[in-house]
């Protein structure tokens, strides 16, 4: 009997210090590759750069860079000035760029006051989580006009969608949105494996879970005026891949109108001129967020009036 037991603490010893290795080579992997970015934000250790959203699940507000509420912080332009007009935007890393506060300063120019942008986006944000940041933080923004911009990985390019229109901690899988325990989320190993577990699923029902969280994120800002942008994937060969998860955000959005950057931006000559680089297609480069928020600045200045 006591051969058995003996036998038994040390499999069970050696499967414990397997799963602690496995969890140290995840996280090594994670820093190496930026791979769960995101949900990686939780075991963040700087003082003050990290705390969970009650309804994000596993997104940071408070991070380095963001005040107390997530909004990103400019240390030229505070926040808060009573007499200003406010802009709120909601998006992904695609919002965090410096169109947005292009944008602001576009607005003053053209008679509307001092305009502040109260920016919440965060990289990886898909709709689900854009309602939740709507849910949180209109209250504190109190903002006169909306932003809300979408681009190509906001329905399956940014497959993990942890908050759905319950605001329950979830994630694709299989097509599906499965709840799953939220200590998971902190585990590595989990993290590393959500891309793989995610992308089996099919298009069609990750549009209808998003399709339901637009609709959310629509009637939670209500009579604010909202200004719903499309960013493009930065491809101009209609086969590419990326236009495959474009369209799916338009459909996820096809309830309400929205301003389609591809059609204004193409008139400006090729999109791929437009890249961060030739490996992203995705984001804008700096030289170009002038020219965004040139496009953009008469529908959001007529939301303000």
């Known amino acids: 009997m006591d051969r058995v037991r003996r036998r038994f603490v040390r499999v069970l010893f050696g499967v414990a210090v397997g799963l602690l290795v496995a969890e140290g080579v995840a996280r090594l992997v994670e820093g190496r590759l930026s791979v769960g970015d995101f949900a990686r934000h939780l075991d963040a250790t700087t003082a003050g750069c990290a705390q969970p959203s009650v309804t994000r699940i596993y997104e940071v507000v408070g991070r380095c860079g963001r005040d107390r509420h997530g909004f990103l912080l400019d240390q030229e332009r505070p926040l808060g000035n009573p007499s200003a007009r406010r802009l709120m935007v909601i998006g992904d890393s695609v919002g965090e760029q410096s169109w947005t506060l292009q944008l602001g300063d576009a607005l003053q120019r053209r008679g509307r006051g001092q305009v502040e942008v109260w920016n919440a986006s965060v990289g990886g944000y898909g ?5 939740a940041v709507a849910r949180e933080l209109l209250a504190v923004a109190r903002p006169d006009a909306v932003v809300v911009e979408t681009c190509p990985n906001d329905v399956f390019g940014s497959p993990v969608v942890m908050t759905g229109p319950s605001g329950a901690a ?11 325990p939220r200590p998971l989320l902190h585990v590595a190993m989990f993290r590393l494996a959500l891309p793989l577990l995610a992308v089996s699923g099919r298009y069609d029902t990750t549009v209808a879970e998003a399709q339901a969280c637009a609709r959310d994120l629509v009637a939670t800002v209500g009579a604010i005026p909202l200004v719903v942008v499309h960013f493009p994937a930065l491809v101009d060969d209609p086969a ?14 096809s309830d309400v109108p929205g301003i389609r950057l591809r059609e204004r931006l193409s008139e400006r000559g090729p999109l791929s001129r437009l890249r961060e ?18 496009v953009l600045v008469e529908d959001v200045a007529a939301a303000l009036e």
Do not use: F, K, Y
């Open 240 to 253: 590419h891949p990326l236009l495959v998860e474009e369209r799916n955000v338009l459909a996820a959005w």
């Open 277 to 294: 680089s030739s490996a992203d297609a995705i984001h804008p480069r700096e030289s170009v967020q002038g020219d965004i928020a040139a």
């Open 127 to 131: 709709t689900c989580q854009e309602a």
């Open 170 to 180: 979830e994630v694709v899988m299989g097509g599906r949105l499965r709840a799953v």
